[in-house]
């Protein structure tokens, strides 16, 4: 069964804000912030506005997160906790950013006393007691960004900055196609906050030093399909580095390939074992043993659907970027993508709607 997938906008949405601004402030128990596998900018940036501006309540919050290392800077001594195995008693839950209840992670979701889901996923169920999914929003940090204000809590640098660091992570610094005039209201205003703009783009930037040799590594693999209207590269598990999973950089690899003269789907496939993470043992006895996934990244432009294509391969996302991870060997699962990818290309071709099925795959 793959997820369903809604691109319409809840036009009273705000409303909902405020109802949920008002339970929060209400609360006098825990609150748990969790967002999705595989944490991004959008993700952290989103946790840590909401929980800062909850603080400033008097309100006793924790993040259950691990970050990838290009973004531990945002984060402040003591302000994550990696996992949470049970939810404490008379907990309120907020989900950020997450497509699907499956992919929450950091914390159960089941046991919470109230639950707040607050998204911007196409493919998000609108599970929880109160959900706020939004699709037209370039990143949930939006969302955030006008619940703080619906908290009633005054923005100090400490609250816009990972914010803005969300919305500019989800937006590819403002050059994806997401990027729209709301974008950039909100980026000015967070700037007026107090935020050190150039600081911060210039430190979202910054990688380990490994991250530029498996980068090279990854590039030698770049070959195009589909009359050069794809583009896709492989991470194997021998490229690495020795990188743990909160050091591994690589997803925004997508991201360069995906400016390939003539590409409109650039992919990168992730081999990893099956378990969240990297490889516990050598990845051939994940191979002999069918123990293996690999985690599929894909962007898209000229209005071909990433959501599209990895809705079929049982992932999620929005239309210019989402992804999926699919169990089986590298080989196995690119000829998979190659043939979603073909299919949408000719939906693309046919001007027929991203959202209905075609060839009976989704």
């Known amino acids: 069964m793959h997820p369903p997938v809604d691109n319409r906008s809840d036009p009273d949405y705000r409303a909902k804000l405020a109802e949920i601004a008002r339970v929060a402030k209400a609360w006098q128990g825990p609150v748990v912030i969790v967002s999705h596998v595989d944490p991004d900018g959008d993700a952290l940036g ?13 309100k006793h919050v924790t993040i259950a997160m691990q970050p990838p290392r290009y973004l531990e800077f945002l984060v402040e001594p003591g302000e994550l906790v990696e996992s949470l195995p049970s939810l404490p008693a008379d907990c309120l839950l907020f989900v950020l950013d997450v497509a699907a209840r499956s992919r929450v992670a950091g914390a159960p979701v089941d046991g919470a006393a109230y639950l707040v889901n607050i998204d911007h996923h196409g493919t998000n169920d609108r599970f929880g007691d109160a959900a706020v999914v939004q699709p037209a929003k370039a990143a ?9 204000d619906e908290l ?67 590039m030698d693999t770049v070959h195009f399909e589909l009359d050069g209207e794809l583009v896709i590269a492989h991470f194997t598990a021998a490229m690495r580095t020795g990188a743990g999973a909160a050091d591994d950089d690589s997803d925004d690899f997508v991201g360069i390939i995906r400016y390939a003269e003539g590409v409109k789907i650039a992919v990168i496939l992730k081999e ?5 993470g990297l490889a516990r043992e050598p990845m051939l006895a994940r191979e002999q043993t069918g ?36 169990a089986g060997d590298l080989a196995t699962v690119e000829q998979k993508v190659v043939a979603a990818c073909a299919r949408e290309l000719a939906r693309a071709a046919a001007g027929t709607s991203p959202t209905e099925p075609h060839s009976g795959a989704y």
Not at 159 to 178: E, M, S, V
Request: net charge positive.
């Open 140 to 148: 949930t940090a939006l969302l955030i960004t006008e619940l703080v």
């Open 272 to 276: 990893r074992a099956r378990e969240h």
């Open 46 to 58: 989103s946790c840590l506005g909401l929980k800062r501006a909850l603080e400033s309540l008097g």
């Open 152 to 218: 009633g809590v005054e923005f100090t640098p400490r609250i816009a900055t990972p914010c803005l660091a969300g919305i500019l992570t989800d937006t590819g610094n403002f050059r994806y196609g997401n990027t729209n005039r709301e974008v950039l209201e909100t980026a000015g205003y967070l700037i007026d906050k107090g935020v050190a703009y150039v600081d911060l783009t210039d430190r979202l930037q910054w990688r380990h030093p490994t991250y530029f040799r498996t980068l090279g590594k990854v």
């Open 291 to 326: 123990d293996v996934e690999v985690k599929v990244s894909v962007r898209t432009r000229g209005g071909v659907s990433a959501q599209a294509i990895c809705v079929e391969l049982g992932g999620g996302g929005h239309v210019a970027a989402a992804g999926a991870t699919v």
